[in-house]
C-alpha cells in the first residue's frame, strides 16, 4: 500500500469520528458525549480512537481546527479574484463566513457552550493564532488591494488584517455573553446588534473606508440572526 493511500485512509477515518463528535455534540452537547458513544456508533475499538485522538479534548480541538480549515477555503477563492474589487472583496468573505454560521448554527452554538469556558482558554488561544496564521495573510492580500484602489488608506495592511480578527474574536465574546450567560431568557438581541454596529464601526476606522457602508452590509446578516434566534 502506498504512502498516499495510507495517508488518505488516515484522513477519512479521521474525519468520520469528527463528523460522528460532531453530530454527538450538536445534540447532545460536549459534556455529555462520551468517547463511548463515538466506539458504538462507528463500531470501532477504544484503542482505534486513541490512534487518532489522544484524548476528548484534543478530539474537540480537532473539530474547531476543521471548522478553521474549511473557513480558510472558503475565504481563499475570494481572495484570490483577479475581478473582483477589494471592498466587494471584504464585504463577500465576511458574507460567506456568517452564512457558513448560519448553515450550522447548532454546531457552532454547541461548541460555544465549551469553547469560550475557563478550562479552554489555553487551547482558545492557540486555535485563535492558527485562525490569524490562516485567515491574515488573505485579508491583507485583499487590504492591499483596497489601498492600491483608493478605497482603503490604512499603511499597515498586515496589522489591520490581525486587527480584524481581533475584533471579530472580541464580537464573539460578546455574543456569547449575551447568548449563553442566561439561557432561559430571551436574548437581547438589541444589545448583540449595537455591538455588531460597534465593531463596523471600529473595522472601518482601521481600514480607512467609507463610513457605514460596512455595517450596511452586516446588517443584514444580525437582522437573519434575529430571525433565527427568535
Same mark, same amino acid.
Given at each position: 500500500?502506498?504512502r498516499s493511500?495510507k495517508a488518505?485512509?488516515?484522513a477519512?477515518?479521521r @474525519?468520520?469520528i469528527?463528523?460522528v463528535?460532531a453530530?454527538y455534540?450538536t445534540?447532545?452537547g460536549?459534556?455529555q458525549?462520551?468517547?463511548?458513544?463515538?466506539?458504538?456508533?462507528?463500531?470501532?475499538?477504544r484503542g482505534a480512537? #486513541?490512534?487518532?485522538?489522544?484524548?476528548?479534548?484534543?478530539?474537540?480541538?480537532?473539530l474547531?481546527?476543521?471548522?478553521?480549515e474549511q473557513a480558510?477555503q472558503i475565504?481563499l477563492? $475570494?481572495?484570490?479574484?483577479r475581478?473582483?474589487?477589494?471592498?466587494?472583496?471584504l464585504?463577500r &468573505?465576511?458574507?460567506v463566513? @456568517?452564512?457558513?454560521?448560519?448553515d450550522?448554527?447548532?454546531?457552532i452554538?454547541?461548541f460555544?457552550?465549551?469553547?469560550?469556558?475557563?478550562e @479552554?482558554?489555553?487551547?482558545r488561544?492557540? %486555535? #485563535?493564532q492558527?485562525? &490569524?496564521?490562516r485567515?491574515?495573510?488573505?485579508l491583507?492580500q $485583499?487590504i492591499?488591494q483596497g489601498?492600491a484602489?483608493?478605497?482603503?488608506?490604512?499603511p499597515?495592511?498586515?496589522?489591520a488584517a490581525?486587527? $480584524?480578527?481581533a475584533?471579530i474574536?472580541d464580537?464573539g465574546y460578546i455574543? &456569547?455573553?449575551?447568548?449563553?450567560a442566561?439561557?432561559?431568557?430571551?436574548?437581547d $438581541?438589541?444589545? %448583540?446588534i449595537?455591538?455588531?454596529?460597534?465593531t463596523?464601526d471600529?473595522l472601518?476606522? &482601521?481600514l480607512?473606508?467609507?463610513p457605514g457602508c460596512?455595517?450596511?452590509?452586516w446588517?443584514e446578516?444580525f437582522?437573519?440572526?434575529?430571525?433565527?434566534?427568535?
Amino acid at each position: 500500500m502506498t504512502r498516499s493511500v495510507k495517508a488518505y485512509e488516515y484522513a477519512e477515518k479521521r @474525519n468520520a469520528i469528527l463528523d460522528v463528535a460532531a453530530r454527538y455534540i450538536t445534540t447532545k452537547g460536549y459534556e455529555q458525549m462520551t468517547t463511548q458513544d463515538i466506539l458504538e456508533a462507528l463500531r470501532i475499538s477504544r484503542g482505534a480512537f #486513541y490512534h487518532y485522538f489522544e484524548s476528548k479534548q484534543a478530539l474537540l480541538m480537532a473539530l474547531v481546527e476543521r471548522i478553521g480549515e474549511q473557513a480558510e477555503q472558503i475565504v481563499l477563492p $475570494i481572495a484570490s479574484s483577479r475581478e473582483m474589487p477589494a471592498q466587494d472583496k471584504l464585504l463577500r &468573505v465576511f458574507a460567506v463566513l @456568517n452564512q457558513y454560521k448560519q448553515d450550522n448554527k447548532d454546531l457552532i452554538f454547541a461548541f460555544m457552550r465549551v469553547w469560550y469556558a475557563d478550562e @479552554n482558554a489555553l487551547f482558545r488561544q492557540k %486555535l #485563535y493564532q492558527a485562525r &490569524v496564521k490562516r485567515l491574515a495573510p488573505r485579508l491583507s492580500q $485583499i487590504i492591499q488591494q483596497g489601498v492600491a484602489e483608493g478605497v482603503f488608506t490604512t499603511p499597515f495592511p498586515d496589522q489591520a488584517a490581525r486587527t $480584524i480578527l481581533a475584533l471579530i474574536e472580541d464580537l464573539g465574546y460578546i455574543t &456569547v455573553e449575551l447568548l449563553l450567560a442566561e439561557e432561559d431568557k430571551h436574548p437581547d $438581541i438589541s444589545r %448583540l446588534i449595537q455591538a455588531g454596529e460597534a465593531t463596523a464601526d471600529a473595522l472601518e476606522r &482601521v481600514l480607512g473606508m467609507k463610513p457605514g457602508c460596512l455595517w450596511q452590509s452586516w446588517s443584514e446578516d444580525f437582522s437573519r440572526w434575529q430571525a433565527l434566534l427568535a
